[in-house]
C-alpha cells in the first residue's frame, strides 16, 4: 500500500532564505507526482506536476524533483516571501487517484 | 482562469439528514473526483467518475454515498444518512485526461465544510 511521507511536518524561515521541502513515497510505480499549496481552510492549488519519466519542474521560484527510484521528491523554494507562508502537499498518483502527504506548514517570518 | 467551484461552501447538517454537495468542474475536463479532508488528517480520495459511471472508489465511498453528473456541468456528490465522522472538508477536483496518465493533472475547487451535528 503506498504511503507519502513528509517532512518536516512545519518550518519557519526568514524571509528571503531558500528552503527545501521533502516528500518521500514507498512505492515507485506512480504516474506522476503532483505538489500541492493550500492555505488556512482553503482549497488545494496546482504548484506543479512532474509525470514518472521526468526528473525536474520548474514555475518561476519553485523547482521540484523527482527521483522515482529512490522514492523521493523535493520542493525548492527559492527567495522565500511573507506570501509563500502556507501548507505545502505533494501526492502521488497511482491506481486511479491521488494519495497525498499529511503537508508541510510552511511560515515565512518578515 | 478557469477553475473548479463548488457550492455551498459550509454546510451544517443534523446526523441522519441527506446532503448534496455540489460542484461545477472545469468547462473541457471530462474526469471528475471526489476527495475529503477530516481536520488535521491528510486528504482522502473518495471517488473518480468519467463518461457517467464511477472509475475508482475507495473503502470510504460505501453504499451511503453516491455521485451523479446531472447535467453537462454540475458534478454532485451525495451523503445519503450523514453520520458524524463525515464532518469533513469535502473537495471536487477535475483532469483532462484520466488519473493513470503520466498528463493527468487534477484541478481543485475551494471546498465545502460539512458539519454533521
Known amino acids: 500500500k503506498q504511503e507519502v511521507t513528509q517532512i518536516p511536518a512545519a518550518l519557519s524561515v526568514p524571509e528571503g532564505e531558500n528552503l527545501v521541502l521533502n516528500c518521500s513515497f514507498t512505492?515507485?510505480?506512480?504516474?506522476?507526482l503532483q505538489w500541492f499549496r493550500q492555505d488556512p481552510g482553503k482549497g488545494l492549488t496546482s504548484l506543479l506536476l512532474?509525470?514518472?519519466?521526468?526528473r525536474e519542474q520548474t514555475s518561476g521560484r519553485l523547482n521540484a524533483s523527482l527521483d522515482k527510484s529512490s522514492g523521493r521528491s523535493t520542493l525548492y523554494i527559492a527567495a522565500s516571501q511573507p506570501g509563500d507562508s502556507a501548507t505545502y502537499l505533494c501526492?502521488?498518483?497511482?491506481?486511479?487517484?491521488?494519495?497525498f502527504g499529511q503537508g508541510t506548514e510552511l511560515s515565512v517570518k518578515p | 482562469e478557469p477553475e473548479v467551484t463548488q457550492t455551498p461552501s459550509h454546510q451544517v447538517t443534523q446526523m441522519g439528514q441527506e446532503v448534496i454537495l455540489r460542484c461545477v468542474p472545469i468547462?473541457?475536463?471530462?474526469?471528475f473526483y471526489w476527495y475529503r479532508q477530516i481536520l488535521g488528517q491528510k486528504v482522502e480520495f473518495l471517488v473518480s467518475f468519467y463518461n457517467n459511471e464511477i472509475s475508482e472508489k475507495s473503502e470510504i465511498f460505501d453504499d451511503q454515498f453516491s455521485v451523479e453528473r446531472p447535467d453537462g456541468s454540475n458534478f454532485t456528490l451525495k451523503i445519503r444518512s450523514t453520520k458524524l465522522e463525515d464532518s469533513a472538508m469535502y473537495f471536487c477536483a477535475s483532469s483532462v485526461v484520466g488519473a493513470r496518465s503520466s498528463y493527468n493533472e487534477q484541478f481543485f475547487g475551494p471546498g465545502t465544510r460539512l458539519t454533521v451535528l
Open positions: 468547462s473541457n475536463h471530462l474526469y
Open positions: 512532474i509525470q514518472s519519466s521526468q
Open positions: 512505492d515507485s510505480a506512480i504516474y506522476n
Open positions: 501526492a502521488v498518483s497511482q491506481g486511479g487517484k491521488l494519495i
